[in-house]
């Protein structure tokens, strides 16, 4: 981000980029790669070895983002993930089984996305406004808290489809499938939610808005201004 300061202006609309302030591409992928090492493992060394591959290749990708700067709890959490999922296979005895903290995760995440929504408290804006350093100005400004609340339902739908790619494979012990559907569901499935939820926000905003990084205070000298412009 070096320099960058003095080539946008503070009102240009390049740094307005969902997948910029969400950010989540690396981590999305990185997230794939233990569940592919143990359907992979499952196929060629049964429940032990998808369970070796899967823990071997999160701690893996736990010390490469380690290596590379990611904070520590970030890196944790998701080898502890790894490490709950492979130890509820191995209860269980059922290899399907190590997908069933990703759906409870999924599901979780569905219903929290849409209770933000409904109590005015849309998580897109709670994201996007903490990486702004926006606080909780962001909520000040009607039209973007209605720009945000319709653009979270974006979100809460990939938690949804998951769920319900997820469960009947599951529930019918397909392994592979699941192995493929967790790929395909993580970034792919992100990029489309950044990408349509980003164009939710942009046609919901009026023409006279400054954008996400400017919340328009409808009670101060800032709305009044925009509104006239």
């Known amino acids: 981000m070096t320099g960058t300061p003095q ?8 740094p307005e980029s969902l997948a910029d302030l969400l950010g989540g591409r690396r981590g999305a992928v990185d997230a794939t790669l233990p569940p592919l090492a143990f359907g992979l493992g499952w196929v060629l060394g049964g429940l032990g070895g998808g369970v070796l591959a899967a823990v071997l290749t999160g701690t893996a990708v736990a010390g490469w983002r380690w290596r590379r700067g990611d904070r520590p709890r970030s890196v944790l959490v998701g080898l502890l993930a790894v490490c709950v999922a492979a130890l509820i296979a191995l209860r269980t005895g059922r290899a399907a089984d190590f ?8 599901t979780a995440s569905a219903l929290a996305w849409a209770v933000s929504i409904v109590v005015r408290w849309p998580l897109l804006g709670v994201v996007a406004g903490t990486a702004l350093g926006q606080r909780t100005r962001w909520r000040r400004d009607p039209a973007l808290l209605r720009a945000y609340g319709r653009a979270s ?24 499938a699941l192995t493929v559907a967790r790929a395909a569901l993580t970034w792919p499935l992100i990029a489309a939610a950044l990408a349509g939820s980003w164009v ?6 009026p023409a006279w808005h400054p954008g996400l990084r400017h919340p328009v205070d409808p009670a101060g000298t800032d ?7």
């Open 7 to 14: 080539r946008q202006p503070d009102d240009g609309p390049r």
């Open 99 to 106: 997908f069933l903290l990703q759906i409870a995760a999924n």
């Open 153 to 176: 339902w974006v979100w809460a739908a990939t938690y949804v489809l998951r769920v319900a790619v997820f469960v009947p494979l599951w529930l019918y012990g397909h392994v592979v």
């Open 200 to 205: 939710v926000i942009r046609r919901s905003l």
């Open 223 to 229: 709305g009044v201004a925009a509104r006239t412009e």
